[in-house]
């Protein structure tokens, strides 16, 4: 099995979490204080925008896909992120069927499981 550092293993090594983990940070907090114009508000919380929301969505997708794979040894990784924008869509109040309307073929195939 291939993991994600290479054939050594399927865990991932902790330098590769810390990196992904300082990739997401620092795109939330770019996307946030870009919206504000780069000035940093002198009290309260930091809004996040659709894009550090869609990476987050999207890494935690791609992390259930990868765990779906190493438990079950069976995913459709593309099903598996299509159901994090789902689950990010309805945050949105974005109503299920019109997604499933404008991106799927098969109305009521939103959810892999």
Known sequence: MVGLDGPQGAVPSVPSVSRVRGLLLGLGLGDS??????VPPVA?????GVASQLAAFTAEGVIRAYMRMAHRGICHAPSVLWHAYCRWAALQGI???ATERRW???PGTCSPS
């Open 33 to 38: 204080l870009g919206m504000l114009g780069g």
């Open 44 to 48: 309260g919380p930091l809004r996040a």
């Open 95 to 97: 109503e299920r069927t």
């Open 104 to 106: 799927t073929s098969w």
